[in-house]
């Protein structure tokens, strides 16, 4: 399907056609880089594109878009690569050797995916924080979406997008932490958080 192309919305007419893919990165402290990809996922898969979410840190969690994302096949899929969150001891992420080998070997996954040229659009969500975490080089990321296939749009959402990333990327929002419920002890909500 063309990406490029804006049918009835002659509101979206002006300006260039990219004639290619985006890269999107949803990045900063506050709440909203995930589901904000989710939403283009949504929106998305009403003009049935192919869309693929790779998550790199959650692992086998029933959250509430994966249970709909089921439903969404084969337009939508989705897959938990991660394993779990990682710890931090005096503010310095403390990754086992399972997750250290984990993120290398979900790249990889994610790097087929990506030159497969079967999706329309591919989310690696929480990838920023990996990169961030040193369990994966910025530079080997930027490569693999140097070389994406044309019409790819890919998304990268997490904490603290390196600049490498933010160069390249076409799109970029910080999401700005202004309050968090969290904070003042409520708890994760299903719905609003998973
Ligand atoms: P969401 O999945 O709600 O869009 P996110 O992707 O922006 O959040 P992550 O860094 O992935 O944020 O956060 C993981 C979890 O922590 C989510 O459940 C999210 O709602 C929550 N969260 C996000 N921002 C904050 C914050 N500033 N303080 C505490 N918890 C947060
Ligand atoms: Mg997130």
């Not at 790779?54 to 692992?59: G, P, R, V």
């Not at 002890?185 to 998973?194: D, N, P, Q, S, T």
């Given at each position: 399907m063309d990406l490029n192309k804006n049918n009835n919305f002659p509101e979206y007419e002006s300006g260039k056609d990219s004639g290619r893919g985006l890269v999107i990165v949803n990045t900063g402290s506050g709440k909203g880089k995930t589901t904000a990809a989710l939403g283009m996922a949504m929106r998305a898969a009403g003009h049935d594109l192919k869309v693929l979410i790779?998550?790199?840190?959650?692992?086998g969690g029933r959250t509430g878009e994966i249970k709909i994302i089921e439903k969404l096949k084969p337009r939508v899929e989705m897959e938990q690569l991660g394993k779990g969150f990682i710890k931090f001891?005096?503010?310095r992420p403390q990754p086992d050797r399972a997750q250290i080998e984990n993120a290398n070997k979900s790249?990889?996954?994610a790097?087929?995916?990506?030159?497969?040229?079967?999706?329309?659009?591919i989310i690696l969500d929480e990838i920023n924080n990996i990169i961030s975490y040193g369990l994966l080089k910025a530079e080997e990321v930027v490569g693999v979406?140097?070389?994406k296939p044309k019409d790819l749009c890919v998304i990268l959402t997490g904490r603290n997008a390196p600049p490498e990333l933010i160069n390249i990327a076409d799109t970029v929002t910080e999401m700005k932490d202004i309050k968090h419920a969290f904070r003042t002890?409520?708890?994760?909500?299903?719905?609003?958080?998973?």
């Open positions: 790779l998550q790199f840190i959650k692992s001891k005096d503010g790249f990889k996954y790097r087929e995916k990506i030159y497969s040229g079967k999706y329309d659009i979406i140097k070389n002890g409520i708890r994760a909500r299903k719905g609003i958080e998973y």
